[in-house]
């Protein structure tokens, strides 16, 4: 089984930004469509991007559609998440993983051990 390690995580006040990377091993990263998730306290998890494999197809949440952007380097293993113009309602913990279908809300089949982002007002 593959690792999944994210950073970037933190702090901001409203209207912020932040950057959250992933760094993934060979085996679950290459070849493979990626993806983010977050889970905030008491609420399910709820499916935030994804990123086909070659980088060519993503897909948004519409609450973050807009504001947040994925990318990834398959010469680093590494699957990141531009989040612009943060709200409150952004808090929760950041997951990134393999989604087991190129879809708006799919579910994930493996992921990592988050990242922090909590949003001010």
């Known amino acids: 089984q593959g690792q999944l390690v994210e950073s970037g995580g933190g702090l901001v006040q409203a209207g912020g930004s932040l950057r959250l990377s992933c760094v993934a091993s060979?085996?679950?990263?290459?070849?493979?469509?990626m993806g983010w998730f977050r889970q905030a306290p008491g609420k399910e998890r709820e499916f935030v991007a994804a990123?086909?494999?070659?980088?060519?197809?993503?897909y948004y949440a519409d609450s973050v559609k807009g504001r947040f952007f994925v990318s990834r380097d398959n010469a680093k293993n590494t699957v990141a998440l531009q989040m612009n113009s943060l709200k409150p309602e952004d808090t929760a913990v950041y997951y990134c993983?393999?989604?087991?279908?190129?879809?708006?809300?799919?579910?994930?089949?493996?992921w990592g051990q988050g990242t922090q982002v909590t949003v001010s007002s």
């Open positions: 060979g085996s679950t990263f290459s070849g493979n469509n």
């Open positions: 990123i086909s494999w070659d980088s060519i197809s993503t």
């Open positions: 993983g393999r989604p087991l279908t190129l879809r708006v809300g799919t579910d994930f089949r493996s």
